[in-house]
């Protein structure tokens, strides 16, 4: 066999094989969590639920007041809006992505990043929150700017 004829097998054969290591495995099956043994049902309070609201400035008070030593505290929310919902699939457990400004006792305006998820409250009941104070996660357990708390 000529030594370009055997080159170019060999050229093409690599090319083959890279371009299969290169190519997406083929997709998983999406079984939406509505149809699981244990299905959701996507039912989530809105962003601006009073009582999901009323658990985001008590857990906040908490943490300023007894880990922070600040006294700082959340008086009130505007401008409340949703920034998405189910974002991370349908197969995946239900969340709805919120965002909010927070007027605080210091007389500034700091943004509140949260999400609710369903079934992730105490003991699997109701929806859990997750929330963030932007400027105020100062062990940065959200990332910069409460990234990891955005959908």
Known sequence: ????????ILSFCA?????SALAPASAR????????????????????DQSILQQITVRFDQAESQYWNSGLAIL????????????T???????RY????????????????????????PLGWGAGVEWCVVGLDR???????CRAALP
Not at 15 to 19: E, G, N, R, S, T
Not at 90 to 95: G, K, Q, S, T, V
Not at 139 to 145: L, T, V
Request: charged share 25%.
């Open 76 to 87: 009130s929310y505007d401008a409340i809006v949703e920034t998405g919902y189910r974002t």
């Open 29 to 48: 099956p999406i079984t939406p969590a509505e149809r699981r043994y244990h299905p959701f049902d996507g039912a989530l309070p809105a962003c601006d």
């Open 139 to 145: 062990h940065y357990a959200f990332g910069r700017d």
């Open 1 to 8: 066999m000529p030594t370009k004829l055997r080159s170019a």
């Open 98 to 121: 919120c965002q909010a400004r927070a007027i605080m006792n210091d007389g500034k305006v700091r943004n509140v990043v949260y999400h609710l998820s369903e079934k992730q409250g």
């Open 15 to 19: 090319v083959l094989a890279l371009a």
């Open 89 to 95: 699939g349908l197969d995946f457990i239900p969340r």
